[in-house]
């Protein structure tokens, strides 16, 4: 054997045309092509070993790069090794085996790295599932009845991506993640019928109330109508809600009545406003022509007939805004008050009995002092200084009261 000549250096051919492969010390019989020379036989088996060299190559570059698992790669190793060694080709057929054998180690390393890894693969398919059912069994007990079933759907999607874990556990937690969704699925359909159901009691109730205020919207009892609005609104916002479009509606036409029924108020009230603007004018008038006639009072009895004349007229003017109303009572007041006062002054000045006592009182006061000079004439010529003295302190007094007396009786005669 000729190692040196390449694979053909481990092949012969017989003279009757018979090719040989030499392995060792042994030879073995690969075939015979008939009509050709020694050379064109043995190339051809030649051409055979180099096509498995090229096919071993391939194994190991493929298991090499991990396209193979190692079961594959294990069974594709033993399926060459055993067409290797059978194989009708001239060539260095050990060392191919060999190639081969020395690939089954690394199989078995990556069997381990394989085996670790889906070991990995597992704990963490198992640690997410375990996280996903605690999330699940959370948002069945919470009441996100939005963002909580879009949740579900996501994690039910993501828990069909992660790769089973042993068949124990998976279905375990498998178990608890789907009680979690059908616990969820049933409080959330209990929620919302309940929920359908305040909707229709609220659009009954709803309805109701707006019959009621259709009734009310034309309405001209403006302080009670008003009153049982505000009712009606406070009841409405304790109805709740109905459903979104139905509630718009119901909303949008109770609206409407109340406009209808304040809007004429208001409409009311405005014109009110101006006519009262233009009375308060008119009063005001009335009252700068009266002060200036009546005050101050000279004549009672003109006073009295021009107050008179000017209550009538104003009187006769029509109502005023309300924040006037104190301010023009208290103008016409003040005039009454003065002609009141006017009056009351002049019946003490012609009272006959008042004038009276203010004579007998003047008169009264004279003779006393009168007798208190006399007093004092008699107290000298006796020399009693003491009376004397004493009486003059006393005609001080009474002379005091004298004048007030005077002054009184002259308020009779002015």
């Known amino acids: 054997m000729n190692q040196t000549a390449g694979p053909a250096g481990y092949g012969r051919v017989d003279p009757d045309g018979t090719v040989f492969v030499l392995t060792g010390d042994t030879e073995r019989a690969v075939g015979q092509v008939p009509d050709a020379t020694p050379d064109e036989a043995l190339a051809f088996f030649v051409r055979r070993y180099e096509a498995l060299e090229v096919e071993v190559a391939l194994l190991e570059q493929r298991i090499g790069a991990g396209a193979l698992s190692p079961e594959e790669a294990r069974k594709s190793v033993n399926a060459a090794i055993a ?56 948002i069945s007990q919470g009441t996100d009845w939005r963002g909580g079933v879009n949740r579900l759907r996501t994690l039910l999607d993501e828990w069909k991506a992660l790769p089973r874990i042993d068949r124990a556990t998976d279905d375990a937690l498998w178990h608890r993640f789907s009680s979690a969704r059908t616990t969820y699925t049933r409080r959330r359909k209990a929620y919302f019928t309940e929920q359908n159901a305040k909707r229709d009691a609220s659009r009954l109730e709803k309805e109701k109330i707006l ?14 109508t008003a ?91 029509g109502r005023v805004p309300r924040e006037q109303i104190r301010p023009l009572d208290s103008r ?20 006959p009995e008042a004038r009276a006592r203010a004579e007998e009182t003047v008169g009264m006061l004279s003779a006393e002092i009168d007798k208190l000079s006399q007093k004092i004439v008699k107290a000298e010529a006796r020399g009693d200084k003491a009376v004397a003295d004493k009486a003059r302190e006393s005609i001080a007094t009474y002379q005091t009261w004298l004048d007030q007396a005077k002054a009184t009786l002259a308020e009779f005669t002015a």
């Open 83 to 138: 067409n290797v060694t059978d194989a009708n080709a001239v060539g260095d057929l050990p060392s191919l085996i060999a190639r081969l054998e020395a690939i089954l180690p690394r199989i078995a390393e990556q069997a381990e790295a394989r085996k670790a890894e889906r070991q990995r693969q597992q704990e963490e398919s198992r640690a997410a599932k375990e996280r996903m059912v605690a999330e699940a069994e959370k």
């Open 211 to 224: 019959a009621e205020a259709r009734e009310l919207a034309t309405s001209t009892d403006w302080g009670p």
């Open 227 to 317: 009153g049982a609005f505000r009712d009606l609104m406070a009841r409405w916002k304790a109805a709740g809600a109905a459903q979104r479009e139905v509630d718009d509606q119901l909303w949008t036409e109770f609206r409407a009545l109340q406009d209808q029924f304040f809007g004429a108020r208001q409409a009311l009230f405005d014109s009110q406003d101006a006519e009262q603007s233009a009375n308060l004018a008119a009063k005001q008038k009335l009252l700068d022509e009266a002060e200036a006639e009546i005050l101050p009072v000279k004549d009672v009895t003109a006073a009295r007939a021009a107050y008179r004349t000017f209550l009538e007229a104003y009187n006769a003017v």
């Open 332 to 351: 016409v007041r003040a005039i009454e008050s003065a002609i009141r006062g006017a009056e009351e002054d002049e019946w003490k000045r012609t009272d």
